[in-house]
């Protein structure tokens, strides 16, 4: 086991790996980052360092140590979908995994978010996972999206304002400290996404409309008769 | 003049920083990022080494030149809007300036885009430098929905589509080595945008209508009177 992709998964951490982390994190804390080494963190731990080499490739990976196995799960979530998904929905589902890895332990979440503000090596660490989790979604759609003009172009776009959104929510959680209810924050702000790029599951008639505060928006085919349209407007305006 | 944001801008491009730049790609390209060091380009340059960071704090710095200046002229143009300016449309024009500046050398933008792609530091440096863009987008949004419910939501959101779409564009006109009219592709890209987020300049009232090839979206408020979102479904669908 050499490589971090190739640690334990969910379910199976093991205890030195644990230990690792804490330790890192009890010495980040009291220390500093940039004043505990490898070193520091192995003897706290009470382990050698080829022990922590085995589980993480550098001393900013034991800040983000779950991420690798987060990207994992959610590669393997897109990849388990087949055709008859939603596919903005699908990558909505897939960022509320990330979400649900910062849930398991919001002390620690919250701890490692103000360490990251702190220090400029650990913020282009996230910066750099961040991209890869939107690469991931950004590839999903591309494929969902093969073969449409500009499909490339829409899965970007949606994949960049699926990211944006989770972690607008994530991030007011984290700034509150983790008090709140973080699920609820981030189902908001995707929905919002959700509401923007979602397609209708049948080509647009004159059907597909959604509610949106006292805002009423109906998505209808040009060709599409009149007296459908009204029918439809009647429907959800209350009128009928 | 200690500091790269103190660095001359645009039309009073020092000779000698135009000169560090021109050495350092040329020994970027002949032996390799890694293997260059600051040394062998102030030696090529004929320049001392307190020259060279007096214009560039790092070598990274060195291969992004012109961000620095660019990113001053987005936070320029966007403070000198005014409430008229529909936002979306504003931060798609501030866009435009970094294809501007990619635009001005299109070789050297190759050259770079091939370099970055190799060099891992590169890319993380350049994943830092897109998101400072795509903060000032945000920000500059995030004071024009101000005191709007989600105002941040859609303003980091927005954001993050317009960089995704820009630079969708942009590396498609970079991976062809630069042919093709990025200008024309960009525009493209942004209108995606536009046609996604642009406000309507009134409230949403029985009025709003967009066409999108055959199909018609119309934005109503849910208490409009039937009769006058009827009317105005008639004028849009071409039946009245």
Not at 26 to 55: H, K, N, P
Request: glycine fraction near 8%; proline fraction near 5%.
């Amino acid at each position: 086991m050499s490589s971090t992709s190739a640690a334990p998964g969910r379910g199976e951490k093991p205890p030195m790996r644990d230990a690792l982390v804490a330790a890192a994190f009890r010495l980040f804390l009291e220390r500093g980052y940039e004043q505990t080494t490898v070193d520091d963190i192995v003897a706290l731990a009470g382990v050698g360092r080829r022990s922590f080499f085995r589980y993480f490739p550098s001393k900013e990976d034991v800040v983000f140590p779950d991420h690798e196995r987060c990207l994992a799960d959610m590669e393997a979530f897109l990849a388990a979908g087949d055709a008859t998904d939603e596919p903005v929905r699908r990558v909505c589902d897939a960022a509320r995994l990330v979400l649900g890895m910062y849930g398991e332990n919001p002390t620690f979440s919250v701890q490692r978010y103000r360490l990251t503000k702190q220090v400029p090596g650990l913020r282009a660490y996230e910066l750099s996972v961040v991209r890869r989790y939107q690469r991931a979604l950004a590839g999903y759609l591309r494929a969902r999206f093969a073969g449409r003009p500009d499909g490339t172009l829409r899965a970007d776009v949606i994949a960049a304002a699926v990211v944006a959104a989770h972690n607008n929510a994530l991030r007011s959680w984290l700034r509150s400290d983790g008090r709140g209810d973080a699920g609820a924050e981030v189902d908001r702000a995707l929905a919002y996404v959700q509401s923007t790029y979602a397609e209708v599951p049948e080509p647009p008639r004159a059907a597909a409309a959604e509610a949106d505060g006292d805002v009423v928006v109906v998505v209808s085919r040009r060709d599409a008769p009149l007296w459908r349209v009204v029918k439809e407007l009647e429907t959800v305006l209350g009128h009928g």
